[in-house]
């Protein structure tokens, strides 16, 4: 009885030993396009939008982008499109419908995919990415075209109003 016993315990602990936990994906996902707004008189100070609210063109406006004032948003990319289109309104008057401005931005772009972990699955790398605005509040942006988007880490385009 104590060798079944014996050999039941062993095959139990090599089956637990051999069993791998659920992976938690910590790493980072598919990377959003990082806008930081700067005051156009002194190129160096960061400068919050009034009123700013964003929406995708055909889109809701983003809840988290609705009528506040920020120094920097990070705007997902479409993964499944090459080109993206973000309406972006400001109003530093008075918060009145007649005093808002707008500006359209498109972003152009490749994508690849790359392969993380079995958990977090793939991720979406945006290469030769442009960018073009509108007239409207902004005034001027930098840089016109990036490289790849691959982090969130710092800001991607210096937007100046």
Same mark, same amino acid.
């Given at each position: ?11 139990? @602990? ?5 069993? *791998? ?6 790493? %980072?996902?598919? %990377? /959003? @396009? ?9 190129? $160096? &100070?960061? #400068?919050?939008? *009034? ?7 055909? /889109? ?5 982008? /609705? +009528?506040? +004032?920020?120094?920097?948003? !990070? ?36 994508? &690849? ?9 793939? #991720?979406?790398?945006? =290469? ?6 509108? !007239?409207?509040?902004?005034? +001027?942006? $930098? %840089? =016109? ?5 691959? =982090?969130?880490? =710092? !800001? ?6």
């Amino acid at each position: 009885m104590n060798k079944r016993f014996l050999i039941l315990l062993i095959f139990t @602990l090599t089956i637990i030993s051999g069993c *791998e936990k659920d992976d938690i994906c910590l790493l %980072p996902t598919t %990377p /959003k @396009l990082i806008l930081r707004f700067y005051d156009n008189t002194n190129p $160096t &100070t960061t #400068k919050s939008v *009034e009123r700013l609210s964003i929406w995708a063109e055909g /889109k809701d406006t983003i809840s988290n982008y /609705k +009528s506040i +004032s920020l120094d920097s948003v !990070a705007i997902p990319l479409n993964v499944n499109a090459t080109q993206t289109i973000y309406h972006l309104k400001s109003n530093s008057v008075d918060g009145n419908l007649a005093n808002n401005v707008s500006n359209t931005i498109t972003i152009n772009y490749t994508t &690849t995919e790359e392969y993380v972990s079995r958990s977090c699955g793939f #991720k979406t790398i945006f =290469n030769n990415v442009t960018i073009t605005s509108n !007239a409207g509040w902004i005034q +001027s942006f $930098t %840089p =016109n075209s990036l490289t790849t988007i691959n =982090n969130e880490t =710092n !800001a991607h385009v210096q937007i100046f109003h």
